[in-house]
T-cell receptor, first 111, second 115 residues
């Protein structure tokens, strides 16, 4: 079992709709959770981080964390074509400083 | 302010040669990380520095890989006797301090191709 798992997609969503990206992790002691966006040929850029159970909202983005289910998600409301990218879920394992990444979900927003 | 910078942006080398990749973290960031991203393996952790020390080298794939950091700033990743499977994008990241809740900011990467 991979430490961090994501559906590789591609996930296709019409413009203006909600895109839902999911991630599960295996280390129950994981402490911090990050969503990065990566455009083709570019480096990852941070979208959101979440540390506590529940929802965290930032503009059109909402991160959701459920530690009991070892599940973290990212919702993108009012999706725009510029949101088309690969979304990487990253987790900090207990006692570590490194990030462990999922394989990424490729998201396409169709105009 | 300036972000993380890396050089060179692209490197083509022949199998068996040594290469050096450089990373300049964000000014004042004490923690520095190296990752690599390849098609088959996704984004993998290589090594973490806190100051000039490397408390976590667990991701280095073989003894051909080494890294150092000097002056608590610039870091160099060295790959000796390069192999074709070393071809990947090597990404450097830095964070303000250590700690799982610190955000890591990534540089643009060095794209390495071993022929």
């Amino acid at each position: 079992q991979k430490e961090v798992e994501q559906n590789s997609g591609p996930l296709s969503v019409p413009e203006g709709a909600i895109a839902s990206l999911n991630c599960t992790y295996s280390d129950r002691g994981s402490q911090s959770f990050f969503w990065y966006r990566q455009y083709s040929g570019k480096s990852p850029e941070l979208i959101m981080f979440i540390y506590s159970n529940g929802d965290k909202e930032d503009g059109r983005f909402t991160a959701q964390l459920n530690k009991a289910s070892q599940y973290v998600s990212l919702l993108i409301r009012d999706s725009q074509p510029s949101d088309s990218a690969t979304y990487l879920c990253a987790v900090t394992p207990w006692g570590a400083q490194k990030l462990v990444f999922g394989q990424g979900t490729r998201l396409t927003i169709n105009p | 302010g300036a972000g993380v910078s890396q050089s060179p942006s692209n490197k083509v080398t022949e199998k068996g040669k040594d290469v050096e990749l450089r990373c300049d973290p964000i000014s004042g960031h004490t923690a520095l990380y190296w990752y690599r991203q390849s098609l088959g393996q996704g984004l993998e952790f290589l090594i973490y520095f806190q100051g000039n020390s490397a408390p976590d080298k667990s991701g280095l794939p073989s003894d051909r890989f080494s890294a150092e950091r000097t002056g608590g700033s610039v870091s160099t990743l060295t790959i000796q006797r390069t192999q074709q499977e070393d071809s990947a994008v090597y990404l450097c990241a830095s964070s303000r301090d250590r700690g799982g809740q610190e955000t890591q900011y990534f540089g643009p990467g060095t794209r390495l191709l071993v022929l």
